[in-house]
Antibody, heavy 125, light 107 residues
Framework: QDQLVQSAAEVQKPGASVKVSCKASGYSFSNYDISWVRQAPGQGLEWMGWISAHNGNTHYAQSLQGRVTMTTDTSTSTAYMELRSLRSDDTAVYYC??????????????????WGQGTLVTVSS | DIQMTQSPSSLSASVGDRVTITCRASQSINNYLNWYQQKPGKAPKLLIYAASSLQSGVPSRFSGSGSGTDFTLTISSLQPEDFASYYCQQSYSTPLTFGGGTKVEIK
């Protein structure tokens, strides 16, 4: 089945960087975008941006511009999200998700399915 | 940015109840509205896309409706496995945004 498996939890100090991986299986990786969403403890979901696995084009949330970089490696069907200059409020579970644009019903839009299991990133001195 | 407002933020219900969750967008988003279910410690799961299309494998007791600015997610007969948090998400324009969530608890 289509699946995304993420890297293990990380603890980083303020000011450091973190790079989270997301390995796809069960589908043609290059045919879909990958989006990243984060969730701070006890909070809601925040969209971070997306990357085309076909051509590497990216679109980042304005709030993270300059600190986030999303990349893909099609040879290993893996997406990466790097966040720099970490702050305590970056502590969150980070999810990757495949972006779908056309449904079986013929409807169009952008929705996320499947999701990775999540990677907890803790920023603490 | 488009703001998504869900109500209620939490509710208590019993097994077998009909449950309705609403999501309002700060501007018209046509039908570019999706619903997700999230259980504690787990990733969100897609339930409904494009306002009313049921994702494959999702039980038919879940349904979605609405267009423009007002949307609803309905669970026709609440089951024990449905106790979770629910989020709406708009894909009309970037940045994609989510509602604040609705936690469905056992009465």
């Amino acid at each position: 089945q289509d699946q995304l498996v993420q890297s293990a939890a990380e603890v980083q100090k303020p000011g450091a960087s973190v790079k989270v991986s997301c390995k796809a299986s069960g589908y043609s990786f290059s045919n879909y975008d990958i989006s990243w969403v984060r969730q701070a403890p006890g909070q809601g979901l925040e969209w971070m941006g997306w990357i085309s696995a076909h051509n590497g084009n990216t679109h980042y949330a304005q709030s993270l511009q300059g600190r986030v970089t999303m990349t893909t490696d099609t040879s290993t069907s893996t997406a990466y999200m790097e966040l720099r200059s970490l702050r305590s409020d970056d502590t969150a579970v980070y999810y990757c998700a495949r972006v779908l644009e056309v449904g079986a019903s013929g409807a169009v839009g952008n929705w996320f399915d499947p999701w990775g299991q999540g990677t907890l990133v803790t920023v603490s001195s | 940015d488009i703001q998504m407002t869900q109500s209620p933020s939490s509710l208590s219900a019993s097994v077998g109840d009909r449950v309705t969750i609403t999501c309002r967008a700060s501007q018209s988003i046509n039908n570019y509205l999706n619903w997700y279910q999230q259980k504690p410690g787990k990733a969100p799961k897609l339930l409904i896309y494009a306002a009313s299309s049921l994702q494959s494998g999702v039980p038919s007791r879940f349904s979605g409706s609405g267009s423009g600015t007002d949307f609803t997610l309905t669970i026709s007969s609440l089951q024990p496995e449905d106790f979770a948090s629910y989020y709406c998400q708009q894909s009309y324009s970037t940045p994609l945004t989510f509602g604040g969530g609705t936690k469905v608890e056992i009465k």
